[in-house]
């Protein structure tokens, strides 16, 4: 038996080579896109008469969970980039194969906009869906559970002292990724990566309260956190319904609480 520091024993078992314990990979993401460019009559609330430049997605930051190096892609990193925006199919394809390696996927308004938006650019290049994977939205998860002036991520952040997005030049910025000037781009780089950031901080401060988030113990026999995996489990108390009781713990590190194996009642429940 091995004993850890907060006192708990869990059993030591020998893992055999080529049978070491699979970790639930979790990938922190978030991807920047072009504007449209149209033709309008007008100057206000326009709807667009011709679409001459499509969106699409032109960078891409992303960070594995419990890993330190946040990654970054951008077009002009791809061979054969020109000024201007007219093909970004080399990055669509690696950002395929981070989907392809990930068991979940988390973002800041990810289920509705950046999912969607890979999905629409990887049927496009004629590449097949991912594996399945789970999602975690912070923005549903804020909306679901809180009522903060703003779910917006920049507020956030502010609001559970974790840090601020980058401050950048606006549109501009775009405006200039757009001529193809490299400052603009090392900007939309690092305002990017700091997204990333920014989104892993909120997420260790949410992860508590996702009622839905992936068991990260699924191929771990010891009893750890469902959520983070720590080993400071504490019991604390029962819950208990007509088909039995349940025992419940909450995770002393990230405060999620979990139930154990149902207790059938012994005794026979006579009708109310």
């Not at 019991?235 to 025992?247: C, D, I, L, M």
Request: a positive charge.
């Amino acid at each position: 038996m091995k004993q850890s520091a907060r006192g708990l024993k869990y059993p030591l078992k020998r893992v055999e080579e080529g049978d070491k314990k699979k970790e639930v990979k979790i990938l922190f993401f978030d991807v920047e896109t072009s504007p449209n460019l149209s033709w309008i009559w007008g100057h206000y609330e326009q709807n667009a008469i011709k679409h001459k430049q499509k969106r699409k997605i032109i960078a891409v930051s992303w960070k594995w969970h419990k890993k330190k190096m946040v990654h970054s892609m951008c077009i002009p990193d791809f061979y054969g980039y020109h000024n201007g925006i007219k093909n970004n199919e080399r990055l669509i394809r690696k950002l395929h194969s981070l989907f392809c390696s990930a068991d979940v996927l988390v973002g800041q308004n990810s289920d509705n906009f950046d999912i969607k938006m890979a999905n629409a650019e990887f049927i496009k290049f004629g590449l097949n869906p991912p594996p399945p994977y789970k999602t975690i939205d912070t923005l549903k998860i804020a909306k679901r559970n809180f009522r903060f002036n703003s779910n917006k991520l920049d507020d956030l952040g502010d609001e559970l002292g974790v840090g601020r997005k980058l401050k950048h030049t606006g549109f501009d910025m775009w405006e200039d990724c757009m001529a193809g000037k490299k400052d603009a781009w090392d900007l939309m780089i690092k305002y990017n990566k700091q997204d990333v950031v920014l989104l892993e901080k909120v997420y260790l401060k949410f992860r508590a309260w996702v009622k839905n988030h992936p068991n990260m113990n699924a191929f771990d026999a010891r009893p750890l956190c469902t959520t983070c995996r720590s080993n400071a489990i504490m019991r604390r108390g029962w819950v208990f319904s007509k088909a039995g009781n349940r025992q419940r713990y909450q995770c002393q590190d990230c405060g999620n609480w979990m139930t154990g194996k149902l207790q059938k009642l012994e005794h026979e429940m006579l009708p109310s």
